[in-house]
Structures are given as structure tokens and as C-alpha cells.
């Protein structure tokens, strides 16, 4: 049957709306696959729905990733924004740290489009409220899915708003580095992999100002098919290039950053993949020689490394749950200069209290130039006595059985009680773990330890023989 277009648009709108699939709202962001989850027409809805929640905000910071379908995203994002009267600023292509310090230092609330480390064919959006207030699955998340799913969102203004385009690139860079006296940085070789994200353009504006740093380029190009490998580091086969490549062509250290750059990880001389409790016991010795006696914040998943380390330096420890919404609430109720994830997320005071890719290689920078020590040095003292499994993620069909399984077979012998801060942590005398679910898929995430390799491994495989049923 053949209708007036007024009439097709309004049955095409109508199924739209059936058909939009909820599980795209998460817990910190918007992800969905696209087109077929998520389009122009929900970017738009999405611009309207924010400007809505937050009350009519007189600008907004928008900006994007470099995934094939950002453009197109970003300009129906900034169309239904503006029908509102909302005005937008477009810092366009922009890492998530980057885009963080224009919602900083401009005072204001934003969005960016961008999905972060998934596969080239998803699209999403992160929405700061206030730095370093994110919308989130508890607030503002729910009510924007909520305005679209009832078709409550606002009409257009009778004064639409206006775009300014900024580029905050270098202003970006040069306060990274302001962090730091960059006067004192030594030479180092680094193999640095981009991903072919957002983070290769702003290194090379970092390589002018540290002519003392030789980079070994590694898809530096953004590329929004992702061409080389995957954009998520914590997967080992994203990681066997540039593994191999570091001890070959002899360079100091290995850098990667995921696609939209708010998370970083290092290789070391020998190889080697640092883990985040690692990491995070590294940059707390670095802040409490920095800051005196200063509080370390660490999500409970992460190795006994980092409460004994922040502990013999003399500073605080404070371990908390996991997700970026919880650790910053607590580093700022305990005036935390640091606080670290075993995810490769890391936030600092100084930097908002907001997760940075580029802030924490800074940071590392300048450690590893007034340290004795050789970074592969200190691996090799943690790996002597820190023996961790990291995180192992299991598909499960019932996750609330198997979690009662596994405090029936190990909850009557733990040597302290059962932490429940986030997920189980058990405490089982020479060896420990936590196990928590997913807040978003049917997974259980498994991190143990143990006081020698061969036990770790004996145990390790016997929660994973548990979970797996």
C-alpha cells in the first residue's frame, strides 16, 4: 500500500521507536551497533533528551572519535542540540581526556560521540554533567532512555542555537605537559601504538616538545576501520606486535593507549605487558614522593603490590569499587591525589579527578626519569613476589548460582571475612581473589592471587573449573 510521505515518516518513526533496543543505555555510557541499534535519528533524540535533563544548558561541549560514523553522528547529535536552543561548541575529532578538558576548562556540560575500544562497527556517547560528573546508568543515563522510549522530548525553540568550532588540540597537550618539569625528562626509545584511535595526533604534538623522546610510530593514523588490530589492550592478541617488536628493536619501553584514549598500558623492555595493579602501585610511589603521606585511591580487585607499596611509602590506601563513578567520589571525600584501576584507567586530582590516557604516560615519564630504577628492574622485583592471574572473563548462564557455589565451597574456610565492597573477595591465607559480575553482560570477572606462580595457576584453574561448571 502506497502512503503520503507525512505518513510513511510518522510509521517509520512509530517502528523506530519499537525497536529500539534498551540494552544500548549502559551503566556509564550509550554503545550500540550501527546503524541497527543506533543512528542520526537517535543522535538526534539523544542531543534533545540531554538538553532536556540538564534543564536547557545554555552551550554544550560536543565532540567525537574517529570511527567511520562519527561525522554523521556528531552533526545529528549538534542538530537536535541546537532545534532546542541549546548552543554547541564542536571541538570535533577528540580523545575522551581531551574532551574532558574542554568540559573543564570551559565550565560547561558535553558530549562526545565515541565507543570507546569496541569493534569499528559501534558508535555511542559519553555525557559529562559537570567535570567529573558523568551521566550514568543511575543518573541521567535511565532518564535520557526514558525521554526517547516515551517520545517526551522537547520541541523546537523558537531561537535555535548557534555552533562555534574550537580546536583545543595544543591547548590540550601543553597543560598535560605542564604537569611535569618536561625540562627534566630523559631520552627514551617507545615503541607507542595508537591503535588507530585518537591518541597518535596528539603525540605528535607532544614529540615537539620533547625532542629528547624517540617514538617508534605505531598506527598513529586515525582510522575509524581499525585496520591493524583490535583497540582493546587488556586482549592479549592486541598486544603481539608491539610485545615483539620492543626487546627487538631495542627501546625502553612500549606505550598503548585504547581508541578514544582514556586508558593506558605499558610494555616493558623485555616485553613484558604491566599489569594495572602494577601500574597503579608504580604511580603510587611516584605521587607519595611527590605529595608526602598523600591518599592512594584502588578498586578491590587489585594485588596485595599495591596497599603494601602505597603503605611502605608512607602513604594512605583506600580500596574502593570498581567504575569510575565510585572511585572518584571516593577520592575526593579522602582528598586522594591518585587513584588507579586494574582496567588500565587512571585519575588523578590534578587532572579533574578524571580518567587519562596521556596524563598517566606524562606522569610515568617523569617518574621513570628521576628513578634509579629501570622500569623492567622494578618487574622484576613485583614479579619475585606478586604472582597475579588478571582479570579472566567467563561467560556464565547463571550467574547468581555459580556465585553461591563458590561461597559454599569457599566461604567456610577464609581467613577473614568475605569482602562483599564489590562482588566476593576472598581471603584464603597464601592466595586471595574476587570474583564479581558484569553490570551489563552474563559475565563473571575472576582476579586471584597467590604468594608463588605454581599455586596461582593450581587455583586459578580450579575457580575457572567452578565457573565453568
Request: proline share 4%; net charge negative; hydrophobic share 40%.
Amino acid at each position: 500500500m502506497c502512503y503520503p510521505l507525512r505518513t510513511q515518516l510518522i510509521i517509520n518513526y512509530q517502528l523506530f521507536m519499537i525497536n529500539l533496543d534498551t540494552s544500548i543505555f549502559k551503566s556509564y555510557d550509550i554503545r550500540a551497533v550501527y546503524p541497527t541499534q543506533a543512528n542520526e535519528e537517535l543522535a538526534q533524540k539523544i542531543g534533545r533528551a540531554f538538553a532536556k535533563y540538564l534543564n536547557f544548558p545554555k552551550t554544550v561541549i560536543v565532540g567525537r572519535d574517529g570511527r567511520t560514523s562519527g561525522e554523521s553522528m556528531k552533526k545529528a547529535l549538534i542538530e537536535g542540540l541546537i532545534k532546542v536552543g541549546v548552543n554547541v561548541i564542536d571541538i570535533d575529532l577528540a580523545s575522551t581526556d581531551s574532551f574532558y578538558y574542554a568540559c573543564q576548562t570551559r565550565d560547561l556540560p558535553g558530549v562526545t560521540v565515541t565507543a570507546s575500544h569496541n569493534p569499528k562497527e559501534y558508535t555511542g556517547f559519553k555525557m559529562v554533567k559537570k567535570i567529573p560528573e558523568l551521566l550514568s546508568g543511575e543518573a541521567g543515563i535511565k532518564e535520557i532512555k526514558e525521554f526517547i522510549l516515551n517520545d517526551d522530548l522537547p520541541s523546537d525553540s523558537s531561537i535555535p542555537g548557534t555552533v562555534e568550532s574550537q580546536n583545543i588540540q595544543q591547548e590540550f597537550v601543553d597543560y598535560v605537559l605542564s604537569l611535569v618539569d618536561i625540562s627534566k625528562i630523559k631520552n627514551f626509545k617507545i615503541h607507542a601504538d595508537t591503535a588507530n584511535g585518537m591518541v597518535g595526533h596528539f603525540l605528535e604534538l607532544v614529540s615537539k616538545k620533547l625532542p629528547q623522546i624517540e617514538f617508534v610510530k605505531m598506527y598513529w593514523d586515525i582510522d575509524g576501520n581499525f585496520p591493524n588490530h583490535g583497540g582493546d589492550p587488556l586482549l592479549a592478541e592486541n598486544r603481539v606486535e608491539i610485545q615483539k617488536r620492543v626487546p627487538e628493536e631495542g627501546s625502553d619501553l612500549g606505550i598503548m593507549f585504547d581508541p578514544d584514549g582514556d586508558r593506558f598500558f605499558v610494555i616493558d623492555k623485555k616485553g613484558r605487558f604491566i599489569p594495572g595493579d602494577f601500574m597503579t602501585a608504580i604511580l603510587s610511589e611516584y605521587f607519595i614522593k611527590k605529595y608526602p603521606g598523600c591518599s592512594i585511591v584502588y578498586d578491590i580487585r587489585a594485588s596485595k603490590v599495591v596497599p603494601e607499596t602505597i603503605t611502605a611509602c608512607g602513604g594512605k590506601a583506600f580500596a574502593n569499587r570498581v567504575g569510575h563513578t565510585h572511585i572518584k567520589a571516593r577520592m575526593k571525600a579522602e582528598n586522594a591525589y591518585f587513584g588507579g584501576e586494574v582496567s588500565g584507567h587512571y585519575y588523578f586530582k590534578e587532572f579533574f579527578l578524571c580518567d587519562t590516557g596521556l596524563v598517566t604516560f606524562a606522569y610515568l615519564l617523569d617518574f621513570l626519569s628521576t628513578t634509579p630504577k629501570t622500569l623492567e628492574t622494578i618487574i622484576d622485583e613485583m614479579l619475585t613476589k606478586y604472582h597475579i592471574s588478571g582479570e579472566i572473563n567467563s561467560k556464565v548462564a547463571d550467574v547468581p548460582n555459580v556465585l553461591s557455589k563458590i561461597e559454599n565451597i569457599y566461604g567456610p574456610n577464609v581467613i577473614s571475612p568475605i569482602e562483599r565492597m564489590d562482588g566476593m573477595t576472598f581471603e584464603m591465607g597464601s592466595w586471595r581473589f574476587n570474583i564479581r559480575s558484569s553490570n551489563t553482560e552474563p559475565l563473571l570477572r575472576l582476579n586471584l592471587e597467590a604468594d608463588n606462580q605454581d599455586l596461582m595457576v593450581q587455583k586459578r584453574d580450579e575457580v575457572l573449573t567452578i565457573i565453568n561448571g
